[in-house]
């Protein structure tokens, strides 16, 4: 149980973003850099908070796509 108890918190704690999870300038553009590397581009998901980081993700291009 205690086991159980300390791997929820440290899987917690893990999960915690650098800076509260607020999207920096530098934030966005390492983002940005990645998902292009990946033949992506980073979008703001729908209804998403611009300012959390965890809100936007890597989408392919529409070529891509098709």
Request: glycine share 8%.
């Amino acid at each position: 149980m205690i086991l159980s108890a300390a791997l929820a918190l440290s899987a917690c704690a893990s999960s915690v973003e650098p800076n509260g999870g607020y999207a920096t300038y530098d934030d966005l553009a390492r983002a940005t850099a990645v998902c292009n590397a990946k033949g992506g581009h980073l979008a703001l998901v729908k209804d998403g908070n611009a300012r959390k980081i965890q809100d936007y993700s890597c989408e392919k291009t529409k070529a891509d796509a098709q």
